[in-house]
């Protein structure tokens, strides 16, 4: 009787895994009594109800197929092989949830065997399919849901440690991870100038506003007097540097701007601000033509202007980058209550590696990133060999380390002298 798995390739960084059927596996099962429930498939045998299953999964009538297995199941609940090729069956017709319940059904059933291993492999495609079927609004949040992924890897490796498909998906979700957090490195500094330009243009508003200033004490002085003409002087003088600074951050801006762009990265705020800045410049333009023809009030009235379009170009800024600062949060809070358990757990087992372990982790870690940098979409044929053999090194390490927990031999404290 055959179990099928979902794919035989190496998990695409889009789209959806194939259909293949792979992995034969006998039915333990069919030699003990069978307590029949249902009359209407009375006739019918798990082993049967198995075969049309595979049949219809072969030809993608995954709602057939997902008929016969429950059948099956229903026949005999303890048939591992009707769970699984079940799982795959929910997964081919979309309910996901669905799959990721029978899968880590089987997962947990005693005697699973090599289906448990193969368990482990959907799950981790599973749990990379609903980052990359519907991305999630943040790149940490994309990061975070891959890193599920990357850990069920891991676990079918530890159970079938020649698993290159395991491997090879393992080593794909990692370099998406890094691609999700280097992206949200991107953001991050995005942010951070997004911040800074906002402060930036809170300081302009106010010279800005001092400058309208300049401008009524200029209009209180008496025309063509010593006073007027100096008074005048300084208010040109002081809107030409508060224009100048304008200009220089509205150049930061567009940098910023064309940053983002490149990252694939889209801000109304960017864009709401870099309009409010033209608007400015304008305004000053204006301010500084009535200054230059002795008009002091309309001057003051293009300066009053200029100001309130500075402070909506800062206030578009800040409140994105306040935005997306909750976010963040937001994701690191939701990371951490997740990984907590698998923190401590971790904890409990893991000790200092030994000096032979780090260098070998560091080689590992050296010829991977030597691997990102050549640019190739699938992992080399020595790449993969080196994460089985990294996960061979971990696997003995976590086995040694519970051995010596389970033995007492704990790590020692000092002597209290």
């Not at 591992?80 to 089987?106: H, K, M, T």
Request: charged share 30%.
């Amino acid at each position: 009787m055959n179990a099928v798995r979902m794919t035989d390739h190496p998990m695409l960084e889009i789209g959806h895994p194939t259909s293949d059927v792979r992995h034969p596996a006998r039915c333990l099962m069919a030699c003990l009594a069978i307590v029949i429930t249902n009359p209407a498939i009375a006739a019918a045998s798990p082993r049967s109800l198995i075969r049309e299953g595979n049949e219809a999964y072969r030809a993608q009538k995954f709602e057939d197929a997902a008929r016969d297995y429950s059948q099956a199941q229903e026949l005999n609940p303890s048939m591992i092989e009707a769970i699984y090729n079940r799982a795959a069956a929910e997964y081919q017709r979309g309910n996901l949830d669905d799959a990721e319940r029978l899968f880590r059904q089987v997962d947990a059933a005693p005697g699973a065997g090599d289906l448990a291993a193969k368990a482990r492999h959907n799950l981790g495609r599973l749990a990379a399919d609903r980052v990359l079927r519907q991305p999630p609004q943040s790149p940490g949040a994309a990061a975070e849901g891959l890193r599920s992924a990357a850990d069920w890897f891991r676990g079918a490796l530890d159970l079938d440690p020649a698993d290159t498909d395991a491997a090879r998906n393992l080593e794909l979700t990692r370099r998406m991870i890094d691609r999700f957090q280097r992206q949200q490195q991107a953001q991050q500094q995005l942010q951070e100038q997004m911040q800074d330009l906002a402060e930036q243009l809170e300081a302009n508003e106010k010279q800005q506003r001092s400058s309208a200033d300049k401008s009524q004490s200029m209009a209180e002085q008496h025309p063509n007097s010593p006073e007027r003409t100096e008074a005048q002087q300084q208010a040109e003088q002081q809107q030409q540097q508060t224009s100048r600074n304008t200009q220089a951050l509205q150049d930061q801006l567009e940098k910023t701007a064309a940053d983002a762009e490149e990252q694939n990265l889209q801000s109304d705020a960017i864009n709401q601000a870099q309009e409010s800045l033209k608007q400015a410049r304008a305004e000053q333009q204006k301010a500084q033509e009535a200054l230059k023809n002795d008009k002091p009030e309309e001057a003051q009235a293009h300066q009053q202007a200029a100001a309130d379009q500075i402070r909506q170009a800062a206030e578009s800024l800040a409140r994105q980058s306040q935005d997306k600062g909750q976010d963040q949060q937001g994701n690191e809070q939701r990371k951490d209550e997740q990984g907590q358990e698998a923190d401590d757990r971790e904890q409990s087992q893991a000790e200092q590696p030994s000096q032979e372990q780090e260098a070998q982790s560091q080689q590992t870690e050296q010829a991977q990133a030597s691997d990102d940098q050549s640019g190739a979409d699938q992992p080399t044929d020595q790449a993969l060999q080196r994460i089985l053999d990294k996960e061979k090194r971990d696997r003995e390490r976590r086995a040694a380390l519970q051995r010596a927990a389970m033995m007492g031999r704990n790590r020692p404290v000092e002597k209290d002298w």
